[in-house]
C-alpha cells in the first residue's frame, strides 16, 4: 500500500512541476507584453509629437499670415482714402485763406478812404430811400456771392444790428466790408480746423497702414521653409514666437 501511495507521489509531482513551470512561463509573457506596450506607445508619441507640433504651427502661421495681410491691405486703402480727405480740406482750407484775404484787403482800402469827409448829400426822404434801395441791393448781392447769410441779409432788410439804412452809401459799403471779412475769416478758421482733423486721421492711418505692412511682411518670411541643416537656431527663433503671437493677438486695422 505505502509504494503504491509513494508510485502515485511520485508520478504527480512531475506532472504538477510542469503545469506550474507552464502557468509561470505564461504569466512572465504576459507581464512582458504589458510592460513592452507602453514603451512603444510613448516611443510613438515621441516621435509623432515633433512632427504634429511643427504641422500645427505652420498652419497657425499661415492663418496668422493670411490674417495680417489682409488688415494691411485695408489699413493701406483707408490711408490712402484719408489722405484724398486730407488733400481736399486742404484745398478748401487755401481758397477760404484767400477769400479773407481779398474780404480783409478790400475792408482795409475802404476803411483808409472812409477816412476822408463823406460827400454833402440833401437829408431829404428822397435821399433816404436812394440809401435804403442802395443797401438793400449791395445786401442781396453780398448774399447772392455767399458772403452774408440768410440771418444777416434779414438783419439788413429789417435794419436790426446796427444795420441804418440812413448813413451814406460810402459807410455802409464800410459796415458790410467788415461784416463780409469777418464772415471770410470764420469760414477760414472752420476750414483750417477740418484741414488740421483731416491731416490727423492721415498721419494715424499712415502709421497704422506702415505698422501693419511691416507685419505682414514679417509673417510672410516667418512662413517660407527653411532647410533643417542651414538654418541656425537663431533663425527657427523669430517663426515660433510668431506663430505664438498668431495664436494669442490677431491683427487688426488700427
Given at each position: 500500500m505505502s509504494q503504491t501511495v509513494l508510485l502515485n507521489f511520485l508520478t504527480a509531482v512531475p506532472e504538477a512541476a510542469a503545469i506550474w513551470s507552464a502557468l509561470i512561463v505564461l504569466a512572465l509573457a504576459l507581464l512582458a507584453v504589458l510592460v513592452a506596450r507602453p514603451e512603444r506607445d510613448g516611443a510613438t508619441e515621441v516621435e509623432a509629437d515633433p512632427v504634429d507640433a511643427d504641422t500645427l504651427h505652420r498652419a497657425d502661421l499661415a492663418r496668422y499670415a493670411d490674417e495680417v495681410a489682409v488688415a494691411a491691405a485695408g489699413a493701406a486703402q483707408t490711408a490712402h482714402r484719408r489722405r484724398e480727405r486730407w488733400l481736399a480740406a486742404q484745398t478748401e482750407a487755401d481758397r477760404a485763406w484767400a477769400a479773407?484775404?481779398?474780404?480783409?484787403?478790400?475792408?482795409?482800402?475802404?476803411?483808409?478812404?472812409?477816412?476822408?469827409?463823406?460827400?454833402?448829400?440833401?437829408?431829404?426822404?428822397t435821399e433816404y430811400a436812394a440809401r435804403e434801395r442802395w443797401l438793400h441791393h449791395a445786401a442781396m448781392s453780398a448774399h447772392w456771392r455767399g458772403d452774408l447769410t440768410a440771418r444777416q441779409l434779414a438783419d439788413v432788410l429789417a435794419h436790426r444790428n446796427g444795420w441804418d439804412p440812413r448813413r451814406h452809401p460810402a459807410e455802409q459799403e464800410i459796415v458790410l466790408a467788415r461784416t463780409v471779412r469777418d464772415g471770410r475769416r470764420a469760414g477760414w478758421e472752420t476750414a483750417a480746423e477740418r484741414e488740421r482733423l483731416a491731416w490727423r486721421d492721415a498721419e494715424?492711418?499712415?502709421?497704422s497702414a506702415r505698422t501693419l505692412a511691416a507685419e505682414a511682411y514679417a509673417a510672410a518670411v516667418a512662413l517660407r521653409p527653411v532647410p533643417a541643416s542651414r538654418a541656425p537656431a537663431a533663425t527657427r527663433v523669430p517663426a515660433t514666437a510668431a506663430v505664438r503671437s498668431a495664436r494669442w493677438r490677431p491683427a487688426r486695422v488700427g
Open positions: 479773407y484775404d481779398e474780404a480783409d484787403t478790400a475792408a482795409r482800402r475802404l476803411a483808409a478812404a472812409g477816412a476822408l469827409p463823406a460827400p454833402h448829400t440833401p437829408h431829404t426822404p494715424l492711418a499712415a502709421e
